[in-house]
């Protein structure tokens, strides 16, 4: 081994010196044994208060896993005290370069957390070569580290929605920024009460004085909410859902047209059904003419898609009245063409149509609630299977934060600078 006094500069850890260098074997990738010991005339500090002390108690060897020297993983051991504070009575001693229960550095809890953000933590506990549940728990510690640095937001608008749980009647409820489209709170169910404990303890009294509109869909436990907690914001409903009716609308018309009339029309029908939910403008091609050629079989059914492709124009007017004219009118053509679905559809739109004219005074950015959504489905895939309430959020918070989107992001993220501060 080199001298003492290279180990500790390689080592690199301030106020640690190292005392002795042992491997476990000969092989180029056993593990190393780092021993520390402190130098300098700082000393030692109690964990709880951060004050020097010199009364020890007791000593124990500890062991942390830290960044691989070469190919060689190392663990660090020191003597850990147990020190009489006058303050706080008995603590131990707070370790400058790991948390206080932390089993590995903060420099190697970092770059697995970082790492856990872009392969799963079965990869990353391989490539740092820690135990799985060690990897875990380092991903936590640094996305909660991270977490509480960011300054709490007051987003002036927040949405509310309802995420499935895998197959099955079980559902998430995700707070979200729509403002910047980040994730903020989240809870199992879509009850009225899940929704209640949601806004009132996941956001402070001054967070939800600046909202001024909530853009959710029309779940009747939602509003409920909603009306209770926040009394001064108002209800957006939320454009892709109010969409989702209409085609869900336009489907059913489609059913009655060609699967309950007889054999012949079945077989015409057949297979069109996402060609149908399609949009016209993205339609192109081949596609449109047989688009076209389903209209010209069934002229109800085109009456039923134009005026689900005239709703888009809900949400370009600029003043409520404007929305509520425009909506009589919709209704209004609807006469005589005996389409009972859209008739129905009509009566939705109208009993909710406080909440889409809402839009005019709140223009939420609904291209944003719609990424937002994407993204936490995206996690959720990934996080197939998890449990913990609390990291799921993390990882979503992460995710749609995006708080590494340029290399110097990430340069920051591995930096050396935040791993000595203890706060
Ligand atoms: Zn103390």
Same mark, same amino acid.
């Given at each position: ?53 010199? $009364? ?10 830290? +960044? ?67 990897? $875990? ?138 060609? +149908?939910? $399609? ?136 930096? +050396? ?7």
């Amino acid at each position: 081994m080199g001298s003492r006094r290279d180990c500790t500069w390689i080592l690199g850890l301030s106020g640690f010196g190292v005392v002795r260098v042992e491997g476990d074997g000969e092989e180029a990738d056993s593990r190393l044994r780092i021993w520390l010991q402190r130098r300098g005339r700082k000393g030692s500090r109690c964990g709880g208060c951060g004050r020097p002390s010199r $009364r020890v108690r007791s000593v124990r060897d500890r062991t942390w896993e830290d +960044l691989p020297w070469a190919s060689h993983p190392v663990t660090l051991v020191y003597g850990q005290r147990r020190l009489i504070c006058w303050r706080c009575g008995i603590r131990t001693e707070r370790i400058e370069f790991a948390d206080p229960k932390g089993r590995v550095t903060r420099r190697l809890r970092q770059q697995i957390g970082v790492d856990c953000q872009s392969m799963p933590v079965s990869h990353a506990a391989v490539r740092h070569r820690v135990s799985w549940s060690k990897a $875990r728990r380092a991903e936590l510690a640094f996305l909660a580290d991270w977490d509480s640095r960011r300054g709490r937001r007051r987003p002036r608008h927040i949405g509310l929605d309802e995420i499935q749980r895998g197959k099955g009647q079980q559902f998430w409820t995700v707070l979200s920024d729509v403002v910047r489209g980040e994730v903020m709170g989240l809870r199992r169910d879509r009850t009225e009460e899940t929704a209640k404990s949601l806004l009132a303890t996941d956001l402070d009294a001054h967070q939800r004085a600046a909202i001024q509109a909530v853009c959710t869909d029309m779940h009747r436990p939602y509003l409920n909410a909603v009306t209770e907690v926040l009394p001064k914001a108002e209800v957006v409903f939320d454009k892709f859902h109010v969409l989702q009716h209409a085609s869900a609308a336009l489907d059913e018309v489609r059913r009655q047209e060609f699967f309950r009339a007889g054999a012949v029309m079945r077989e015409h029908g057949r297979g069109k059904r996402w060609l +149908l939910l $399609r949009r016209w403008k993205t339609v192109r091609g081949s596609k449109r003419r047989e688009l076209e050629e389903l209209f010209a079989a069934n002229h109800r059914l085109f009456k039923a898609y134009v005026l689900r492709e005239q709703l888009d124009r809900l949400w370009t007017y600029k003043t409520r009245p404007g929305v509520l004219d425009f909506l009589l009118g919709w209704i209004k053509a609807l006469r005589w063409q005996r389409l009972p679905e859209m008739d129905r559809l009509g009566d939705f739109l109208f009993r909710h149509v406080e909440g889409i004219a809402a839009y005019c005074d709140h223009p939420v950015r609904f291209g944003v609630v719609e990424s937002v959504n994407t993204t936490i489905k995206a996690v959720l895939r990934r996080a197939r299977g998890m449990q913990n309430e609390n990291i799921l959020l993390l990882k979503l918070k992460w995710a749609t934060a995006r708080p590494i989107r340029s290399s110097r992001d990430l340069a920051r993220f591995l930096g +050396l600078q935040p791993m000595y501060s203890n706060r």
